[in-house]
């Protein structure tokens, strides 16, 4: 504000005294009269307070406070008040933030600066504690800022804007990610002597969000055959594995991604039909399984998650499937495909 608009204010609040009833004791100075004015004279008269809105700087009440609306509602809100024979700036609301937390900010330092000068008839009901109000502000020392004397105090370092008013929403906050889900899916497979189809059912603990620890069963629904001249074996393999689980993309989103590579024990067994003059023989054996399975999640409802999945491994040692002492099939490299649902609690 230029030094001109100074020495006018300070003018005007040492004119001819008049009775607080005859003047309102707010006056809202806006040429414009725009939005900001608007809403913080509305504000105001809500709060109960007599309000008057000027183009151009009027005579003050003493006691009275004058608030001076910047041009294009851009810049600072400033607060006069007229006692002891001169204007001081007391207050000043920053050109941050929404419209509506400026008029609330401004709304609160008037109310305050106002309170200790009601008349006790005004005061709040007895019934009713009234909200502590902050210190009665004191000027500190005057500085001359232009002709005519008129003095301009310096802002006062107690007077801080209050805190916008809270939210009326929650705040949202992150969803808590499972400790164990339970899967169960349809696998098919196919390792070296053929095609077939499985069971696969699984439990992780999660003991962080993203490490945890599984277990895996794949149990044979389908199982290949294999043929040769001297007859056809029914090859089966059962899988139990131990897992290392590993969540790269977070848990708690609609799409996810687990990786676990994982070592198992597999219980392979061989029923065999001969063709005479061979007979029939039923071999079982148990092998070791280095694996490793990747499975992406699509989130259907809170805790129940589509999956896909896919696991890739060999058998250490190879277990060789023999016709009269004769290599047919050799099982080792094995792969599956599969498709299920994971529950997680």
């Known amino acids: 504000m230029s030094g001109a608009l100074v020495a006018f204010l300070a003018f005007l609040a040492l004119a001819a005294p008049c009775s607080a009833d005859e003047r309102s004791p707010v006056t809202v100075v806006a040429g414009a009269r725009g939005a900001l004015a608007h809403r913080l004279s509305q504000e105001l008269e809500a709060a109960g307070l007599r309000v008057q809105v000027e183009a151009t700087p009027t005579a003050v009440a003493p006691g009275g406070l004058l608030i001076v609306v910047p041009e294009g509602d851009e810049g600072a809100l400033e607060i006069w008040s007229a006692s002891g024979g001169r204007a001081d700036l007391v207050a000043s609301v920053a050109p941050d933030g929404p419209l509506d937390t400026r008029v609330l900010r401004a709304a609160e330092l008037v109310r305050a600066l106002l309170s200790p000068a009601r008349a006790p008839g005004d005061a709040a009901p007895a019934a009713v504690a009234p909200a502590p109000l902050p210190p009665a502000p004191v000027a500190p020392p005057a500085v001359a800022v232009g002709p005519g004397e008129a003095w301009r105090s310096l802002p006062l370092g107690a007077w801080a804007p209050p805190a916008p008013p809270a939210s009326p929403f929650p705040v949202p906050v992150a969803p808590r ?42 149990l044979p629904i389908v199982s290949p055959t294999i043929e040769a001249a001297e007859g056809e074996v029914g090859f089966r393999s059962t899988l139990l594995g131990a897992e290392l689980v590993l969540a790269p993309v977070a848990r708690t989103g609609r799409f996810g991604l687990v990786l676990s590579p994982g070592l198992g024990l597999a219980h392979v067994s061989a029923s065999g039909e001969a063709r005479p003059p061979h007979l029939d023989s ?56 599969s498709l299920g649902v994971v529950v997680e609690r």
């Open 177 to 218: 990610a499972a400790l164990v889900d339970v899967g169960v899916a349809m696998a098919v497979g196919w390792q070296t002597p053929g095609v077939s189809l499985a069971l696969d059912a699984s439990l992780r603990i999660w003991p962080s969000a993203r490490v945890g620890i599984g277990l895996l069963a794949d």
């Open 282 to 337: 039923d071999e079982s054996t148990f092998t070791a399984l280095v694996y490793g399975r990747a499975e992406v999640r699509l989130r259907l409802v809170d805790s129940l998650v589509l999956t896909a999945g896919a696991l890739g491994g060999a058998a250490i040692p190879p277990v060789d499937i023999r016709f009269v002492g004769r290599v047919t099939s050799t099982f080792s490299p094995l792969a599956s495909f």
